[in-house]
Nanobody, 124 residues
Framework: QVQLVESGGGLVQAGGSLTLSCAASTITFQTYTMGWFRQAPGKEREFVAAISGRGSSTYYEDSVKGRFTISRDNAKNTVYLRMNRLKPEDTAIYYC?????????????????WGQGSQVTVSS
């Protein structure tokens, strides 16, 4: 069982920045593909970004490309999501997730473990 604990959410003005962190309770962290998803009120959960186990490959949803950066520190068992130039439409609960095997990083079905979620609110 892997536990994921997120931190770093909050309220920020449009154009501002936030960094989310997700700490994992596993010694085999580097074997997991890590992803970030978000769910806005009244909407389905959607893919935001993902990173391979060793960090050599990253993936982004089109609307966040160039603004968000996913990274990981395997020595600290932590994955990060740096969010710049935030927009009101980025407001959502953000979830980190871990997948031991993934065929499509955008599909939530492949992720085995999920964090509790972190609220990000962007005011206009």
């Amino acid at each position: 069982q892997v536990q994921l604990v997120e931190s770093g959410g909050g309220l920020v003005q449009a154009g501002g920045s936030l960094t989310l962190s997700c700490a994992a309770s596993t010694i085999t962290f580097q074997t997991y593909t890590m992803g970030w998803f978000r769910q806005a009120p009244g909407k389905e959960r959607e893919f935001v970004a993902a990173i391979s186990g060793r960090g050599s490959s990253t993936y982004y949803e089109d609307s966040v490309k160039g603004r968000f950066t996913i990274s990981r520190d395997n020595a600290k068992n932590t994955v990060y999501l740096r969010m710049n130039r935030l927009k009101p439409e980025d407001t959502a609960i953000y979830y980190c997730a871990a997948a031991s095997y993934v065929d499509s990083v955008q599909s939530s079905h492949y992720y085995d473990y999920w964090g509790q979620g972190s609220q990000v609110t962007v005011s206009s």
